[in-house]
């Protein structure tokens, strides 16, 4: 069934509304919501399925602008669940504005179930749950509704659509959005919904916008002039790449700052098409895509590089596929492999895994172990995007309310549970794991980085630590923090002081550890909590962190591998200026010999980029699946 968008009134300050245009007298349907307001895009208003698209008009005719965006439709219409539709703007034609940094020529805006449920359809795109949820893709007694925001931005993303920009978001005032500067010459004006979704009989309440003066500043209308191209920013590579077109090697090296991807073409559309036959779109894909073009490169040193253009989370997945992908290709005992697959999807998507290897296998022998461990991963219905994803929401809604600490230790169990085949369902996960909840448990944080990424200055701003171990700090009592030549001594100690500390009593604090961008809280503990170490050394490798794991194990602690993500100049720019710097050829063999921890190897993880906060996480129950 096709749905034309509905006019969206204009709020009574906005200049630009015409003699027929809609303008709303009324804004009771935003007042005390939490709104967003999204940059306003000078384009056509195009609406996509899963078997087509239209324009504004349900029987719009052909136009040279709307070639591109059927190819679009074409790429992502396999992962579009049947019954939704996708509203958004078509850039590709120069409208009154010329836009020249567009990510892509089509941002989508919202996402709307149909008007009836979906039946026997899949319930999102890679066989996750979906922004509708599992089991189908209609609204509520099949109702036609436009979904909340935030579950808007995570689909469109996973189907390799951008959204535009955020220009506010907070309880709706009106003396903020009229405080709004915007470009005029560059920017048509705003548009201000509801966070939460809304039924289409509500549209007119739920959203407005605000258009610029005298708008249209052009003689000839767009449709009836020739077809301007609007320009495209480098990044608009990775948003063709999360679609699905198949990957520009010279754009992609151009969008990540790099000089150049040296990859065989034929592998990368080997992997395009393994990608695409499992599903994946947006970032997954687009993780695959890169990871086989980069995996010759040292692991320790892509997140780091690739941060910039595609943010920590993504960059650190392209690392860790880069590092793990080669496991495939060696023998593993039949016995312990579907465990061993579960650990593995804590640190990647096995799917996207197994597509990068079987792409890379150096020879006949190697591609068969990686089909006969996809055929594992298949069986064990491990080969989704987000195989745990149900398992993960029963023990979130059992947890609700718990402090974060607990709420991951006992995540962390389940998963291993999980892996061992002891529990199979969510409600099992939460019986299995009772024993956690009154969190007496120790808490241990363990930093890992070469000198200078940050560690101490990374835990002097934590808080409810019970003690800090630096093994720099236990050099210096010793007569010199640069003297190497006791370090196994000094390690003893060091190891000795992290178990008197994690095996003393609750401190009556509780929460978390009260990091910036932590995920522990105050909130719902019960009872004290156990004590907070913070381990402060290098731990540039697993020999070395498997010491001071070996202590957490026996105390019964709650593990968190804090990983300091810094790129080798800003490592070595610091190390120049730090009050004790390390000399630059230990320097260079710390960077040699670092090789960061993985998801999984810890009962969860952090990763603090070079301004010193925590911008991703891995582990943790509140995480939201990609």
Same mark, same amino acid.
């Given at each position: 069934?096709?749905?034309?968008?509905?006019?969206?009134?204009?709020?009574?300050?906005?200049?630009?509304?015409?003699?027929?245009?809609?303008?709303?007298?009324?804004?009771?349907?935003?007042?005390?919501?939490?709104?967003?307001?999204?940059?306003?895009?000078?384009?056509?208003?195009?609406?996509?399925?899963?078997?087509?698209?239209?324009?504004?008009?349900?029987?719009?005719?052909?136009?040279?602008?709307?070639?591109?965006?059927?190819?679009?439709?074409?790429?992502?219409?396999?992962?579009?669940?049947?019954?939704?539709?996708?509203?958004?703007?078509?850039?590709?034609?120069?409208?009154?504005?010329?836009?020249?940094?567009?990510?892509?020529?089509?941002?989508?805006?919202?996402?709307?179930?149909?008007?009836?449920?979906? !039946?026997?359809?899949?319930?999102?795109?890679?066989?996750?749950?979906?922004?509708?949820?599992?089991?189908?893709?209609?609204?509520?007694?099949?109702?036609?509704?436009?979904?909340?925001?935030? /579950?808007?931005?995570?689909?469109?993303?996973?189907?390799?659509?951008?959204?535009?920009?955020?220009?506010?978001?907070?309880?709706?005032?009106?003396?903020?959005?009229?405080?709004?500067?915007? /470009?005029?010459?560059?920017?048509?004006?705003?548009?201000?919904? !509801?966070?939460?979704?809304?039924?289409?009989?509500?549209?007119?309440?739920?959203?407005?916008?605000?258009?610029?003066?005298?708008?249209?500043?052009?003689?000839?209308?767009?449709?009836?002039?020739?077809?301007?191209?609007?320009?495209?920013?480098?990044?608009?590579?990775?948003?063709?790449?999360?679609?699905?077109?198949?990957? /520009? =090697?010279?754009?992609?090296?151009?969008? %990540?700052?790099?000089?150049?991807?040296?990859?065989?073409?034929?592998? %990368?559309?080997?992997?395009?098409?393994?990608?695409?036959?499992?599903?994946?779109?947006?970032?997954?894909?687009?993780?695959?895509?890169?990871?086989?073009?980069?995996?010759?490169?040292?692991?320790?040193?892509?997140?780091?590089?690739?941060?910039?253009?595609?943010?920590?989370?993504?960059?650190?997945?392209?690392?860790?596929?880069?590092?793990?992908?080669?496991?495939?290709?060696?023998?593993?005992?039949?016995?312990?492999?579907?465990?061993?697959?579960?650990?593995?999807?804590?640190?990647?998507? =096995?799917?996207?895994?197994?597509?990068?290897?079987?792409?890379?296998?150096?020879?006949?022998?190697?591609?068969?172990?990686?089909?006969?461990?996809?055929?594992?991963?298949?069986?064990?219905? =491990?080969?989704?995007?987000?195989?745990?994803?149900?398992?993960?929401?029963?023990?979130?809604?059992?947890?609700?309310?718990?402090?974060?600490?607990?709420?991951?230790?006992?995540?962390?169990?389940?998963?291993?549970?999980?892996?061992?085949?002891?529990?199979?369902?969510?409600?099992?996960?939460?019986?299995?794991?009772?024993?956690?909840?009154?969190?007496?448990?120790?808490?241990?944080?363990?930093?890992?980085?070469?000198?200078?990424?940050?560690?101490?200055?990374?835990?002097?701003?934590?808080?409810?630590?019970?003690?800090?171990?630096?093994?720099?700090?236990?050099?210096?009592?010793?007569?010199?923090?640069?003297?190497?030549?006791?370090?196994?001594?000094?390690?003893?100690?060091?190891?000795?002081?992290?178990?008197?500390? =994690?095996?003393?009593?609750?401190?009556?604090?509780?929460?978390?550890?009260?990091? !910036?961008?932590?995920?522990?809280?105050?909130?719902?503990?019960?009872?004290?909590?156990?004590?907070?170490?913070?381990?402060?050394?290098?731990?540039?490798?697993?020999?070395?962190?498997?010491?001071?794991?070996?202590?957490?194990?026996?105390?019964?602690?709650?593990?968190?591998?804090?990983?300091?993500?810094?790129?080798?100049?800003?490592?070595?720019?610091?190390?120049?200026?730090?009050?004790?710097?390390?000399?630059?050829?230990?320097?260079?063999?710390?960077?040699?010999?670092?090789?960061?921890?993985?998801?999984?190897?810890?009962?969860?993880?952090?990763?603090?980029?070079?301004?010193?906060?925590?911008?991703?996480?891995?582990?943790?129950?509140?995480?939201?699946?990609?």
């Amino acid at each position: 069934m096709r749905v034309h968008y509905p006019r969206t009134p204009h709020l009574p300050w906005s200049p630009g509304a015409s003699a027929d245009d809609v303008r709303t007298g009324d804004l009771s349907g935003l007042a005390g919501a939490e709104v967003v307001v999204t940059e306003k895009l000078d384009g056509e208003n195009t609406t996509l399925y899963r078997d087509g698209l239209h324009a504004r008009s349900l029987d719009s005719a052909h136009h040279p602008s709307r070639a591109w965006v059927k190819g679009l439709q074409g790429r992502i219409a396999p992962r579009i669940p049947a019954g939704l539709r996708i509203c958004g703007e078509n850039l590709f034609a120069r409208h009154s504005i010329p836009y020249t940094d567009l990510e892509s020529w089509f941002y989508g805006f919202s996402v709307w179930t149909g008007a009836t449920r979906a !039946t026997g359809g899949s319930s999102g795109p890679a066989g996750s749950s979906g922004p509708a949820g599992p089991g189908g893709t209609g609204g509520p007694d099949g109702q036609d509704r436009c979904l909340d925001w935030d /579950d808007t931005v995570r689909f469109l993303r996973r189907l390799g659509i951008p959204t535009p920009r955020v220009l506010w978001r907070g309880r709706y005032d009106e003396r903020s959005l009229r405080a709004l500067r915007l /470009d005029l010459d560059r920017q048509e004006g705003y548009v201000v919904r !509801t966070v939460r979704g809304f039924p289409r009989a509500e549209f007119g309440e739920r959203v407005a916008k605000w258009v610029r003066p005298r708008h249209v500043r052009t003689d000839t209308h767009w449709m009836h002039a020739a077809v301007v191209e609007n320009g495209l920013a480098p990044s608009s590579a990775l948003w063709a790449a999360r679609s699905g077109a198949l990957p /520009d =090697l010279p754009a992609l090296a151009a969008a %990540l700052g790099l000089p150049e991807l040296s990859c065989p073409p034929e592998e %990368l559309a080997e992997v395009s098409a393994r990608l695409d036959e499992l599903g994946r779109g947006g970032d997954a894909r687009l993780a695959g895509l890169l990871a086989t073009a980069l995996r010759t490169e040292r692991r320790q040193s892509l997140a780091p590089r690739l941060a910039g253009p595609l943010g920590l989370r993504l960059a650190r997945r392209v690392a860790d596929l880069v590092g793990l992908h080669p496991a495939l290709h060696r023998p593993y005992p039949d016995e312990d492999r579907r465990a061993g697959l579960v650990r593995l999807s804590a640190a990647a998507d =096995l799917g996207v895994l197994h597509a990068v290897a079987a792409t890379a296998a150096p020879g006949r022998a190697e591609r068969e172990l990686v089909d006969w461990s996809a055929l594992f991963a298949e069986d064990a219905g =491990l080969i989704d995007g987000a195989p745990l994803a149900r398992l993960r929401a029963g023990l979130r809604e059992a947890l609700a309310g718990l402090d974060g600490d607990i709420a991951d230790r006992c995540w962390a169990q389940a998963r291993e549970a999980y892996a061992l085949g002891r529990i199979t369902t969510a409600e099992e996960a939460v019986a299995a794991t009772w024993r956690r909840r009154d969190g007496r448990f120790p808490r241990l944080l363990h930093l890992c980085g070469p000198s200078g990424s940050g560690k101490s200055g990374f835990a002097a701003g934590l808080t409810g630590v019970t003690a800090r171990i630096s093994l720099d700090d236990l050099r210096a009592a010793r007569g010199s923090r640069a003297d190497q030549r006791d370090n196994a001594e000094v390690l003893r100690v060091g190891l000795a002081r992290l178990d008197a500390a =994690l095996a003393t009593g609750g401190t009556g604090a509780t929460g978390g550890t009260g990091t !910036t961008g932590g995920t522990g809280t105050d909130e719902g503990t019960t009872g004290a909590a156990g004590p907070t170490a913070v381990w402060d050394a290098t731990s540039l490798n697993q020999q070395q962190r498997s010491l001071v794991h070996a202590v957490a194990q026996r105390r019964d602690a709650l593990v968190t591998h804090v990983v300091l993500v810094v790129g080798e100049e800003e490592l070595r720019r610091r190390n120049a200026v730090r009050p004790h710097p390390v000399p630059p050829d230990v320097l260079t063999a710390q960077l040699h010999r670092f090789g960061p921890p993985y998801p999984g190897q810890a009962h969860r993880t952090w990763y603090v980029g070079p301004g010193g906060a925590v911008e991703d996480t891995a582990g943790t129950l509140d995480e939201q699946e990609d």
